[in-house]
């Protein structure tokens, strides 16, 4: 936990909260995956895999910055190329003592796609959430139109002469129309809300 404090808040600010929470986290479930896939007799305790990614992302964010390794000055970059070696060595020929090296490993590799790729990432997703808001908004303007054109069959013959399929179609919208209200009024995806002076 050390090494969280150490170099978490640089990170932290460097990326934003959100996006050092995400960093943490997924990387905690994704060596523990690798490693129970790699070394499934090694029990994974603790969160050494996704204090290992911080670290990553510290050394690719701060490249240059010098930490004191003992009373040896360093750059981030080369202590985690050490690290990584070191890891990598213990993988290949494990010394014991029950260590998950492979959820080390995983950490390690994780915080290196993170920060390399995490850009794309936010822009592949961004694109889907535009992509359903606009498949929403076209399914809304396909309800909405035949709504109406179901109310007017209403004004004309009366509610009584609607069918089955189109009563249910009518308790569908109202539901879905209510779902989409709820939605926006809470700020969900797509909407924003407005700040008052």
Same mark, same amino acid.
């Given at each position: 936990m050390f090494?969280?404090? #150490?170099? *978490? %808040?640089? $990170?932290?600010?460097? #990326? *934003?909260? /959100? /996006?050092?929470?995400? =960093?943490?986290?997924? %990387?905690? &479930?994704? @060596? +523990?995956?690798?490693?129970?896939?790699?070394?499934?007799?090694? %029990? $994974?305790? *603790? @969160?050494? *895999? @996704?204090?290992? +990614? $911080?670290? &990553?992302?510290?050394? #690719? =964010?701060?490249?240059? $910055?010098?930490? !004191?390794?003992? !009373?040896?000055? !360093? /750059? %981030? /970059?080369? =202590? &985690? #190329?050490?690290?990584?070696? =070191?890891?990598?060595?213990?993988?290949?020929l494990p010394i014991g003592g029950g260590v998950a090296y492979y959820a080390h490993l995983g950490g390690l590799l994780y915080g290196f796609l993170f920060v390399r790729y995490e850009p794309r990432v936010w822009d592949l997703v961004s694109l889907w959430q535009a992509k359903q808001r606009a498949r929403e908004l076209r399914e809304g303007e396909e309800i909405r139109r035949r709504v109406d054109s179901l109310l007017d069959k209403v004004n004309r013959v009366g509610l009584e002469n609607l069918t089955r399929k189109e009563m249910e179609f009518l308790q569908k919208a109202s539901q879905k129309f209510r779902k989409w209200k709820a939605v926006s009024a809470s700020g969900g995806p797509g909407t924003k809300k407005e700040k008052k002076a």
């Open positions: 090494a969280l404090w #150490m170099f *978490g %808040a640089d $990170v932290e600010r460097a #990326m *934003g909260t /959100k /996006k050092f929470l995400t =960093l943490y986290f997924t %990387a905690g &479930v994704f @060596a +523990a995956l690798l490693s129970a896939l790699l070394l499934p007799q090694t %029990a $994974v305790l *603790g @969160a050494s *895999g @996704a204090i290992f +990614a $911080v670290e &990553v992302a510290f050394a #690719m =964010l701060f490249p240059n $910055v010098t930490i !004191i390794l003992f !009373i040896f000055p !360093i /750059k %981030a /970059k080369h =202590l &985690v #190329m050490l690290f990584a070696g =070191l890891t990598a060595l213990n993988c290949l």
